[in-house]
């Protein structure tokens, strides 16, 4: 009898003592979830500077992004974003205006008895409802499709393998696959790097453009997490990428 007595008191305290767990990747999606009715807010800002080879010289965009995910049902998660953009090119008026809404589904279809390994196949429709003289993704159309698959090595490092495909009724479609390397220093603290690449046929010199961040995430306490990520595209129009994030669970 005392053994199973021990167990349960272990549980409470690991329960009571945890950290808040964040997503903590960008390019693919953690086992991380909230619980069923449980709320989970945040807000993103993006920033990127754009090489665009037109007249009005490289654009700068500024996007904040209010996102939410809420625990449906038992291992499934819905998710909602939407961001406004602001966008400053060298030459020329700015445009400022709501992006394109995201509604998505996050199923955690198996994990091991251990929580990993994991599969997770998610999907997420972004709805036109942007400012039109926007330029980019921020104004598009578009479906997305995927699964990521993870686990954990040496109870510190996670890796995490997506592939997806996107399609976009306004620009151009194709396949999307992605790694992210986390490294937990700690329960509060973690090391990220992650890469991601397209195969895209967009009749130009690139078609298969992709992008490297590196970063890390923190958890202030029981509910509330960060992250803040910096990179840059590779054989892509984006030249510089940073990214910050900050959740809060209800």
Same mark, same amino acid.
């Given at each position: 009898?005392?053994?199973?007595?021990?167990?349960?008191?272990?549980?409470?305290?690991?329960?009571?003592?945890?950290?808040?767990?964040?997503?903590?990747?960008?390019?693919?999606?953690?086992?991380?979830?909230?619980?069923?009715?449980?709320?989970?807010?945040?807000?993103?800002?993006?920033?990127?500077?754009?090489?665009?080879?037109?007249?009005?010289?490289?654009?700068?965009?500024?996007?904040?992004?209010?996102?939410?995910?809420?625990?449906?049902?038992?291992?499934?998660?819905?998710?909602?974003?939407?961001?406004?953009?602001?966008?400053?090119?060298?030459?020329?008026?700015?445009?400022?205006?709501?992006?394109?809404?995201?509604?998505?589904?996050?199923?955690?279809?198996?994990?091991?008895?251990?929580?990993?390994?994991?599969?997770?196949?998610?999907?997420? %429709?972004? *709805?036109? @409802?942007?400012? $039109? #003289?926007?330029?980019?993704?921020? =104004? /598009?159309?578009?479906?997305?499709?995927? %699964?990521? *698959?993870? @686990?954990?090595? $040496? #109870?510190?490092?996670?890796?995490? =393998? /997506?592939?997806?495909?996107?399609?976009?009724?306004?620009?151009?479609?194709?396949?999307?696959?992605?790694?992210?390397?986390?490294?937990?220093?700690?329960?509060?603290?973690?090391?990220?790097?992650?890469?991601?690449?397209?195969?895209?046929?967009?009749?130009?010199?690139?078609?298969?453009?992709?992008?490297?961040?590196?970063?890390?995430?923190?958890?202030?306490?029981?509910?509330?997490?960060?992250?803040?990520?910096?990179?840059?595209?590779?054989?892509?129009?984006?030249?510089?990428?940073?990214?910050?994030?900050?959740?809060?669970?209800?």
């Amino acid at each position: 009898m005392l053994k199973p007595s021990a167990l349960v008191v272990s549980g409470l305290f690991v329960a009571a003592t945890a950290f808040a767990e964040m997503q903590r990747p960008q390019y693919t999606v953690e086992n991380r979830f909230p619980k069923t009715a449980q709320l989970e807010t945040g807000v993103q800002v993006d920033y990127t500077e754009i090489e665009t080879n037109t007249m009005a010289g490289d654009l700068t965009s500024t996007a904040i992004t209010p996102a939410a995910r809420v625990g449906l049902i038992e291992n499934l998660t819905g998710t909602l974003r939407l961001p406004l953009v602001n966008q400053e090119p060298d030459n020329g008026s700015g445009e400022f205006g709501p992006g394109s809404l995201g509604l998505g589904l996050q199923l955690r279809a198996y994990q091991d008895i251990l929580g990993y390994p994991y599969i997770i196949p998610h999907a997420e %429709v972004q *709805i036109d @409802t942007a400012n $039109e #003289d926007l330029i980019g993704a921020d =104004g /598009d159309t578009t479906t997305t499709i995927g %699964v990521s *698959i993870g @686990t954990v090595v $040496e #109870d510190t490092v996670t890796f995490v =393998g /997506d592939v997806s495909y996107l399609n976009s009724q306004d620009s151009d479609s194709g396949l999307q696959g992605a790694l992210s390397v986390m490294w937990a220093l700690s329960d509060r603290f973690s090391w990220i790097t992650e890469f991601k690449v397209a195969d895209i046929d967009n009749g130009g010199e690139n078609d298969t453009p992709g992008a490297f961040l590196g970063g890390f995430s923190y958890a202030w306490s029981r509910k509330l997490a960060s992250s803040f990520h910096v990179g840059s595209g590779i054989d892509s129009d984006e030249d510089v990428i940073a990214k910050a994030r900050a959740v809060y669970t209800w």
